[in-house]
């Protein structure tokens, strides 16, 4: 869970976070989870939040039934397929969410 001064606090990652929604056309839903994964599991270095963004844009979309590709997802968010790839189920576990095992 986090605070609404975390809310505050990662502004400008929130407005990056809805740039990447809108340019993977994500529905409202997958938003909301998106953001509050962010906001749950965020770290305190600015280097490391992109990747977490981009993490929990890719969960976000899939606990919401709004799939997107690994790559779409890294090239809206501006991080490599990779760093998608390593952080999303993490971020999950982060957040106390079970990851699919599929």
Same mark, same amino acid.
């Given at each position: 869970?986090?605070?609404? $001064?975390?809310?505050?606090?990662?502004?400008?990652?929130?407005?990056?976070?809805?740039?990447?929604?809108?340019?993977?056309?994500?529905?409202?839903? %997958?938003?909301?989870?998106?953001?509050?994964?962010?906001?749950?599991?965020?770290?305190?270095?600015?280097?490391?939040? $992109?990747?977490?963004? %981009?993490?929990?844009?890719?969960?976000?979309a899939?606990? %919401?039934?709004?799939?997107?590709?690994?790559?779409?997802?890294?090239?809206?968010?501006?991080v490599? $397929?990779?760093?998608?790839?390593?952080?999303?189920?993490?971020?999950?576990?982060? %957040?106390?969410?079970?990851?699919?095992?599929?």
């Open positions: 869970m986090y605070r609404a $001064r975390d809310q505050v606090a990662n502004e400008r990652w929130l407005a990056d976070l809805e740039t990447a929604a809108d340019a993977l056309d994500l529905s409202a839903e %997958a938003r909301e989870r998106a953001s509050d994964l962010f906001l749950s599991t965020v770290p305190a270095e600015d280097r490391s939040k $992109r990747a977490v963004l %981009a993490a929990s844009l890719y969960a976000g899939l606990i %919401a039934g709004d799939r997107r590709s690994q790559n779409a997802v890294a090239d809206a968010a501006g490599s $397929r990779l760093t998608v790839q390593k952080r999303w189920k993490p971020l999950l576990e982060e %957040a106390g969410l079970e990851p699919p095992t599929w």
